[in-house]
C-alpha cells in the first residue's frame, strides 16, 4: 500500500508560478509510474502529467505542455509539478497518484492504484 501527500497547492494571480510536491510512503516499489491530475468543479478529472520511475519517461496533457514540468525524487520518494504561466482555467483540486505499472498511459486515471488527497490551486 502507498500513501500520499501532496502539498505546495494555494492562490496566484494569472501568469505565476506554483511548485507541488508529493511525497510517497508505504509500500513506493508499488509507485513505479506516477501521475498528477486535476479536477474541477462539475468537470472529469484530467491527466496533467505522469513520470515514470527514473523520470526518463514523462507526458503532458496538452492544455499543460510547455507551461508544467514534473519531476522525481526517488531518494525522497518525492514527486513535483512546476506550473509556470499559470492560467485562471487551471484552477482545480490537484491530485497526485500511483502505480506500478500502466497498460494503455500515464494520463488516464483509471491506471492509478493509488491516490492523494489532493491540494487546491486557485488562479485568478
Known amino acids: 500500500h502507498v500513501q500520499l501527500v501532496e502539498s505546495g497547492g494555494g492562490s496566484v494571480q494569472a501568469g505565476g508560478s506554483l511548485r507541488l510536491s508529493c511525497a510517497a510512503s508505504?509500500?513506493?516499489?508499488?509507485?513505479?509510474?506516477m501521475g498528477w491530475f486535476r479536477q474541477a468543479p462539475g468537470k472529469e478529472r484530467e491527466g496533467v502529467a505522469g513520470?515514470?520511475?527514473?523520470?526518463?519517461?514523462?507526458l503532458y496533457g496538452n492544455s499543460v505542455k510547455g507551461r508544467f514540468t514534473i519531476s522525481r525524487d526517488n531518494a525522497k520518494n518525492t514527486v513535483y509539478l512546476q506550473m509556470n504561466s499559470l492560467k485562471p482555467e487551471d484552477t482545480a483540486m490537484y491530485y497526485c497518484?500511483?502505480?506500478?505499472?500502466?497498460?494503455?498511459?500515464?494520463?488516464?486515471?483509471?491506471?492509478?492504484?493509488?491516490w492523494g488527497q489532493g491540494t487546491q490551486v486557485t488562479v485568478s
Open positions: 508505504g509500500d513506493t516499489y508499488s509507485s513505479r509510474w
Open positions: 513520470i515514470n520511475t527514473r523520470g526518463g519517461t514523462t
Open positions: 497518484a500511483a502505480a506500478y505499472s500502466l497498460r494503455y498511459g500515464p494520463l488516464r486515471p483509471d491506471e492509478y492504484n493509488y
